[in-house]
C-alpha cells in the first residue's frame, strides 16, 4: 500500500505537467482523478494498518469494518472529482481552445497508463489474496483510471487527427460519467458492508461446503448466516442433532464442522453454531438410522441449499414446501 501511494504520487505529478503542456480538458480530468487515487490509497493504508488490529474488549469481532468506511469515502471522492470533471469539460464545448504540445502529451499521459495499469493488477491480486476490501476497492480504482486514460489517449489522438478541438471537453465528459458511476457502485459496496447486506455468492459456497459433509446426524440446518469483516468470516446457524445424542458426541459434530469451516477458509474464521435437539415431526426428514426414539418413518430428505438453510424455522411442518433430494 505504501508502494501504491507512491506511484500515484508520481503519476499525479505526471499527469499535471501534461496538463500543463497541452492545457486539455480531457488530461485535467484524468490529473484529477489522479489526485482522489492518491488521497484514497493514504485512507486505505491507514484502514488496512487498522483492521489488522486483534479483536479486543471494546472491538471483540476485530476492527476489519474499517475497511468499508474507506470504500465508501473512496467512492464519495471519486463522485466529487466527476463533478468537477463535469465543470472543467463544458467550457471546452461550449468555447474550445486549441491544444499545444499535443504530441509530447500523448507520449507522457501512454506512459503514465502503463505504469497505473501495473500497479492496479498488482493491488487487485494483493486484495484478493488477503481479502481485503480497501486494497481491492484500491485497485479497482486504479484500473479504473487506467481505463480514464486510455478514454483520455483516444480522444486528444482523435482531436490531433480532426482539429475539433470540442472533443477535449466531450472526452473529459464522457470519462466523468463513467467514474460517477464507478464511484457510486463504491458508495453501494460501502453500505452494503456496513449494514451487513446478504453475501449470496458466500451463502451458496457454505450451503454447499455443509451439503458435501452432510452426516446422518444432521438432522437440519436453519438460520445460516455469514458476514464478513475485513479478512475475518462469521459464520452462525442453527444445528439440529438427534436428542438422544450425548454431550460429548454433540460437541464432537460440532467441533467436526467448525474444522470443515477452517479447512476452507482458513484460521481467520469464527463459526458459532447452535445446536438444537430434534422433535418428533422431523422424524420424516431424519436419515438417523437405529434409533429407538422414532415416531415417523422417513419420508425424503430435502436439497440442502442456501434458502432451505437460510430459512428463519426448522423444517419440520410442511414437507411440500421446499425441493426433495430424494424420496
Same mark, same amino acid.
Given at each position: 500500500?505504501?508502494?501504491?501511494?507512491?506511484?500515484?504520487?508520481?503519476?499525479?505529478?505526471?499527469?499535471?505537467?501534461?496538463?500543463?503542456?497541452?492545457?486539455?480538458?480531457?488530461?485535467?480530468?484524468?490529473?484529477?482523478?489522479?489526485?482522489?487515487?492518491?488521497?484514497?490509497?493514504?485512507?486505505?493504508?491507514?484502514?488496512?494498518?487498522?483492521?489488522?488490529?486483534?479483536?479486543?474488549?471494546?472491538?471483540?469481532?476485530?476492527?476489519?469494518?474499517?475497511?468499508?468506511?474507506?470504500?465508501?469515502?473512496?467512492?464519495?471522492?471519486?463522485?466529487?472529482?466527476?463533478?468537477?470533471?463535469?465543470?472543467?469539460?463544458?467550457?471546452?464545448?461550449?468555447?474550445?481552445?486549441? %491544444?499545444?504540445?499535443?504530441?509530447? $502529451?500523448?507520449?507522457?499521459?501512454? *506512459?503514465?497508463? @502503463? !505504469?497505473? +495499469?501495473? #500497479?492496479? /493488477?498488482?493491488?487487485?491480486?494483493?486484495?484478493?489474496?488477503?481479502?481485503?476490501?480497501?486494497?481491492?476497492?484500491?485497485?479497482?480504482?486504479?484500473?479504473?483510471?487506467?481505463?480514464?486514460?486510455?478514454?483520455?489517449?483516444?480522444?486528444? %489522438?482523435?482531436?490531433?487527427?480532426? $482539429?475539433?478541438?470540442?472533443?477535449? *471537453?466531450?472526452? @473529459? !465528459?464522457? +470519462?466523468? #460519467?463513467? /467514474?460517477?458511476?464507478?464511484?457510486?457502485?463504491?458508495?453501494?459496496?460501502?453500505?452494503?458492508?456496513?449494514?451487513?447486506?446478504?453475501?449470496?455468492?458466500?451463502?451458496?459456497?457454505?450451503?454447499?461446503?455443509?451439503?458435501?459433509?452432510?452426516?446422518?446426524?444432521?438432522?437440519?440446518?436453519?438460520?445460516?448466516?455469514?458476514?464478513?469483516?475485513?479478512?475475518? +468470516?462469521?459464520?452462525d446457524f442453527h444445528l439440529i442433532l438427534p436428542r438422544n445424542l450425548p454431550l460429548h458426541a454433540a460437541h464432537t459434530e460440532v467441533k467436526a464442522l467448525e474444522g470443515i469451516f477452517r479447512e476452507r477458509f482458513g484460521a481467520m474464521v469464527e463459526v458459532m453454531i447452535h445446536v438444537d435437539p430434534c422433535s418428533d415431526p422431523q422424524c420424516q426428514v431424519c436419515a438417523e438410522s437405529g434409533c429407538g426414539l422414532r415416531k415417523h418413518p422417513t419420508h425424503h430428505q430435502y436439497l440442502w441449499d442456501r434458502n432451505f438453510l437460510t430459512a428463519e424455522f426448522p423444517h419440520d411442518q410442511d414437507t411440500t414446501d421446499h425441493h426433495p433430494r430424494?424420496?
Amino acid at each position: 500500500m505504501t508502494g501504491s501511494l507512491l506511484v500515484g504520487l508520481m503519476l499525479m505529478a505526471a499527469k499535471f505537467y501534461v496538463y500543463r503542456l497541452t492545457h486539455s480538458s480531457a488530461v485535467l480530468s484524468d490529473a484529477l482523478e489522479s489526485i482522489i487515487n492518491v488521497i484514497a490509497s493514504g485512507f486505505a493504508l491507514g484502514s488496512v494498518i487498522f483492521s489488522a488490529k486483534p479483536p479486543d474488549t471494546g472491538h471483540p469481532y476485530g476492527h476489519g469494518k474499517i475497511e468499508y468506511f474507506s470504500a465508501g469515502f473512496e467512492g464519495a471522492l471519486i463522485i466529487l472529482a466527476a463533478f468537477g470533471i463535469f465543470r472543467t469539460a463544458w467550457p471546452q464545448i461550449l468555447h474550445p481552445h486549441p %491544444l499545444p504540445h499535443l504530441e509530447l $502529451g500523448l507520449v507522457l499521459l501512454l *506512459g503514465t497508463s @502503463a !505504469a497505473n +495499469l501495473i #500497479l492496479g /493488477i498488482v493491488l487487485v491480486r494483493v486484495g484478493k489474496k488477503t481479502v481485503s476490501l480497501a486494497v481491492l476497492a484500491d485497485g479497482r480504482h486504479v484500473l479504473t483510471d487506467v481505463i480514464t486514460s486510455i478514454g483520455v489517449l483516444a480522444g486528444l %489522438l482523435l482531436v490531433r487527427l480532426t $482539429g475539433w478541438y470540442w472533443m477535449d *471537453g466531450a472526452v @473529459a !465528459a464522457v +470519462l466523468g #460519467l463513467h /467514474i460517477l458511476v464507478s464511484g457510486g457502485r463504491l458508495v453501494k459496496t460501502s453500505f452494503s458492508g456496513l449494514m451487513d447486506a446478504a453475501d449470496l455468492s458466500l451463502l451458496d459456497e457454505i450451503a454447499a461446503l455443509i451439503a458435501r459433509h452432510r452426516k446422518e446426524t444432521w438432522i437440519d440446518v436453519h438460520r445460516l448466516r455469514a458476514w464478513r469483516a475485513g479478512e475475518r +468470516l462469521f459464520v452462525d446457524f442453527h444445528l439440529i442433532l438427534p436428542r438422544n445424542l450425548p454431550l460429548h458426541a454433540a460437541h464432537t459434530e460440532v467441533k467436526a464442522l467448525e474444522g470443515i469451516f477452517r479447512e476452507r477458509f482458513g484460521a481467520m474464521v469464527e463459526v458459532m453454531i447452535h445446536v438444537d435437539p430434534c422433535s418428533d415431526p422431523q422424524c420424516q426428514v431424519c436419515a438417523e438410522s437405529g434409533c429407538g426414539l422414532r415416531k415417523h418413518p422417513t419420508h425424503h430428505q430435502y436439497l440442502w441449499d442456501r434458502n432451505f438453510l437460510t430459512a428463519e424455522f426448522p423444517h419440520d411442518q410442511d414437507t411440500t414446501d421446499h425441493h426433495p433430494r430424494d424420496s
